[in-house]
């Protein structure tokens, strides 16, 4: 098992920025994608941004050029630095990890991040 836990949410006026955080502890072990989704109300979650393990990202073409994917393996850590930050990308934002290449796949809580116009 592993459990995820995020932070760094909150609410942010349009053009701010905030950082999210995802530490995973418990069978952290393999090699595994850890990735940031995001749920508005009403829709569906959708793929924000991913990282491999060994450092591959990929990006949402809504978020690129204005957010960075990054982790610490040694800590078991993904980070989402969101930089010019639109109305567009109030969701609750989800972590996901995924021991690949056969899973399992694991989601955090969530956390809200609010962007005002």
């Known amino acids: 098992q592993v459990q995820l836990v995020e932070s760094g949410g909150g609410l942010v006026q349009a053009g701010g920025s905030l950082r999210l955080s995802c530490a995973a502890s418990?069978?952290?072990?393999?090699?595994?994608?850890m990735g940031w989704y995001r749920q508005a109300p009403g829709k569906q979650r959708d793929l924000v941004a991913t990282?491999?393990?060994?450092?591959?990202?990929n990006y949402a073409d809504s978020v690129k050029g204005r957010f960075t994917i990054s982790r610490d393996n040694a800590k078991n850590t993904v980070y989402l630095e969101m930089n010019s930050l639109k109305p567009e990308d109030t969701a609750v934002y989800y972590c996901r990890r995924e021991r690949v290449p056969w899973g399992p796949v694991y989601w955090g809580q969530g956390t809200q991040v609010t962007v005002s116009s």
């Open positions: 418990g069978s952290v072990s393999g090699a595994n994608v």
């Open positions: 990282i491999t393990s060994g450092g591959t990202t």
